[in-house]
């Protein structure tokens, strides 16, 4: 029975995007919301599970597995385990935040019911890359995502959307070309696209150059959606143009295919390779933690602040994995949801502030604490909770990266987590100045016209459960690391073959 809540989870949503983008504005948006409603409740019963026996790389606690093209040994193979559940949860919450949040303010002359069906058939495509046991389906899901969120840029976007949503299009097909070639290599090499069997073997039947080469293919492509540097520069881009739901989606949770695919798929089934690769890839996130920070100091622009952030951020997701090691691996799926929740945050706030203020210059704002007190708590609240502060979500992410990097040992490995160190300390650095150019000093005239009032319902509505589940997640980080233990045990047990 559960099993069947795999596809209810696809196909409500793409039922619900076909349904708003049919009826009237209002309806279409309403049914929409009700379709990622029904999409979230039904994420819900498949944490109850029984313990799969053994240690396994994928160990799904409930799966559906039926054949799909046959002749070419290709299924429609779906399932969830601690390591993917806690992103399709993330996932079917924030689009239905998102989509409650477009009942009530949708930017832009285009018909709001549109901006929700496109949101809807986004979630299925994350969903189905979180889902997918099949190489071949986990492709043809991570495609899914392309053109939809380009929609969403260029529709409901600021003046440069279309530049924006072209430069997004053209990084993710290059990534995708990769990927693709990359998915071929393995499946033709094997014999199997099937993603449990490929774990189970740790690599067995591919030669260690065969490994590499693959390896590379599918980290350069999962770089490009994750983003790491030096393959970034669409990101900022993208989320100063996008519509804060956009942002939200996009920082919440469509950056998480690119590291869970990092782990799953490349980590998972080329274990030879990535030892191979891993210093590599440690030193780029690493990159991608400094300078990241470097360039938010320097930044003026509140959405792109926060876009750059988040490049620092997953750079300390990619450095975990990177490490091969369990508490690396915990630090990383630790590290992706605490970003979700609290990056989706962020964004819903400054997306608050803009549609307020008419800007998100930094030199335009200022003294936000006197006028609006409550906007400028939480963004207080979510920008500490980003820059690792102890006891919020932020923390263990970061601090169990560094831990693993230096336990790794060698000279290498210790240089790399001193180094991710001071970028947290940066993070720091550069949130502080946010909140003080923001929230503190004289009024500045776009906080000053302001009139004082309280915050919307729907903004509270969106809001407030990412805020305690922030909370949830930094006092009590077993919600995350109890669930992912016995696959991340089973993951380094294949890889240490």
Not at 85 to 91: A, G, I, N
Not at 337 to 347: E, K, P, Q, R
Request: hydrophobic share 60%.
């Amino acid at each position: 029975m559960t099993s069947a809540l795999l596809v209810v989870v696809l196909a409500v949503p793409a039922f619900g995007a076909v349904l708003a983008a049919l009826l009237p504005d209002r309806a279409g948006r309403l049914t929409g919301t009700a379709a990622a409603a029904v999409a979230f409740l039904a994420t819900l019963p498949l944490a109850w599970h029984s313990t799969p026996a053994g240690h396994h790389a994928i160990a799904p606690w409930h799966q559906l597995d039926v054949a799909w093209a046959p002749a070419l040994d290709i299924r429609f193979h779906l399932g969830v385990d601690g390591i993917s559940w806690p992103l399709v949860l993330l996932t079917t919450l924030l689009t239905l935040l998102c989509c409650g949040y477009s009942l009530w303010r949708t930017p832009g002359a285009v018909p709001g019911r549109y901006l929700v069906a496109l949101l809807l058939v986004i979630e299925v495509g994350i969903v189905g890359v979180f889902e997918s046991l099949d190489l071949v389906l986990f492709f043809v899901f991570f495609e899914v995502v392309l053109l939809p969120m380009y929609a969403v840029i260029a529709g409901w976007g600021g003046p440069g959307r279309r530049a924006a949503a072209t430069k997004f299009v053209l990084y993710t097909l290059f990534g995708s070309v990769l990927l693709l070639v990359g998915v071929f290599v393995i499946v033709a090499k094997t014999g199997t696209a099937d993603l449990v069997t490929l774990s189970d073997r740790g690599g067995a039947g591919l030669s260690g150059g065969t490994q590499l080469l693959a390896f590379v293919l599918l980290a350069v492509a999962f770089a490009v959606k994750s983003p790491l540097w030096p393959l970034h520069t669409w990101l900022p881009d993208a989320h100063t143009e996008a519509p804060t739901v956009g942002s939200v989606i996009l920082a919440g949770v469509l950056l998480k295919m690119g590291t869970y695919g990092l782990l799953r798929v490349a980590v998972g089934v080329l274990p030879d390779g990535a030892r191979a690769a891993s210093g590599l890839l440690g030193v780029l996130a690493t990159a991608a933690i400094l300078i990241g920070a470097l360039v938010c100091l320097r930044q003026t622009e509140l959405k792109r602040l926060i876009a750059y952030s988040s490049v620092g951020h997953m750079g300390f997701v990619v450095l975990g994995i990177a490490t091969l090691t369990g508490t690396g691996f915990q630090a990383a799926l630790i590290g992706n949801i605490a970003h979700g929740l609290l990056t989706g945050l962020l964004f819903f706030l400054v997306g608050a502030i803009k549609d307020r203020t008419g800007t998100g210059e930094l030199a335009r704002l200022g003294g936000l604490r006197e006028v609006a007190p409550a906007l400028a708590g939480l963004l207080g609240f979510a920008a500490i909770g980003s820059l690792g502060l102890p006891g919020l979500a932020g923390f263990w992410g970061e601090f169990f990266t560094v831990y693993a990097a230096i336990r790794h040992g060698g000279p290498l490995w210790i240089v790399l987590g001193v180094f991710a160190a001071f970028g947290g300390a940066l993070a720091a650095a550069y949130f502080l100045r946010l909140l003080r150019r923001v929230a503190h000093g004289p009024a500045a005239p776009a906080i000053a016209a302001l009139r004082p009032r309280a915050l919307a319902r729907p903004e509270l509505a969106a809001w407030s459960p990412l805020v305690l589940l922030a909370l949830a997640v930094g006092v009590a980080p077993a919600l995350v690391l109890a669930l992912s233990a016995p696959p991340v045990r089973g993951l380094i047990e294949v890889i240490g073959r």
